[in-house]
């Protein structure tokens, strides 16, 4: 569980119950409740858009909070230490093994400002390459000090990664989006351009700190 996130007791108990009742499952995460209130425009624009896509409606990242039975934490105490370990814990986990409970809840404070949320996208987009790189070398062979994968590489293995796809779907299903959408895909090139020199210099452990949302 992270510091920053806020969840009850109950829900706890109801992630914990979930895996109790389903022997089958090995992970499971709450439902995510971000507040936008006291947020700038574009970050509650792209939040809009975040929200709704498939991998973070169904992923156990972002959530900030992950139950796991023995056998899970079996799993992903065999991950090296990662600076993405949310995305990591997730698609360690099939999507018959894994669940979010939508019963329990985790409130998750957003940065307030464009410029925090600019920075949380670069780390996130940093700690995407470092995992890559780890699918990478596990299905070669290689340490994981082998280059970052291309993107061709990378989508051999599981990814919670946004294509245009998804983002024409959700077009589809609800054209008023097109704003988010616009402000979603600035924010992904503005992070993967301030991710660049990170991943060049192979720097997966720079901590991009978002100071704004744990302001009172």
Not at 48 to 66: D, K, N, S, Y
Not at 109 to 123: C, E, F, N
Not at 156 to 174: I, K, N, Q, V
Request: charged share 25%; hydrophobic share 45%.
């Amino acid at each position: 569980m992270d510091a920053d996130v806020v969840v009850g007791a109950a829900d706890v108990r109801a992630l914990v119950g979930a895996l109790a009742r389903s022997p089958e499952l090995l992970a499971a995460a709450p439902g995510r409740d971000v507040p936008l209130a006291g947020c700038a425009w574009p970050v509650r624009a792209y939040y809009r858009v975040w929200q709704r896509l498939p991998a973070v409606r169904e992923g156990l990242f972002g959530r900030g909070v992950i139950a796991v039975s023995e056998s899970g934490h079996a799993r992903i105490a065999a991950l090296p230490p990662l600076m993405a370990d949310d995305l990591a814990a997730s698609l360690a986990f099939g999507p018959g093994e894994r669940r979010v409970v939508e019963a329990a809840r985790v409130v998750v404070h957003p940065p307030r400002t464009w410029s925090d949320l600019i920075r949380r996208r670069i780390r996130a987009a940093t700690s995407s390459a470092e995992f890559e790189r780890f699918q990478a070398s596990q299905r070669d062979g290689s340490p994981t000090s082998t280059p970052t994968p291309t993107p061709r590489q990378a989508t051999a293995a599981p990814s919670a990664r946004t294509g245009t796809a998804d983002l024409r779907a959700l077009l589809r299903e609800r054209p008023r989006l097109l704003p988010g959408v616009v402000v979603f895909v600035v924010a992904a090139l503005a992070a993967r351009r301030g991710a660049r020199k990170a991943i060049r210099n192979q720097d997966f452990s720079t901590w991009l700190r978002d100071e704004s949302s744990r302001q009172g």
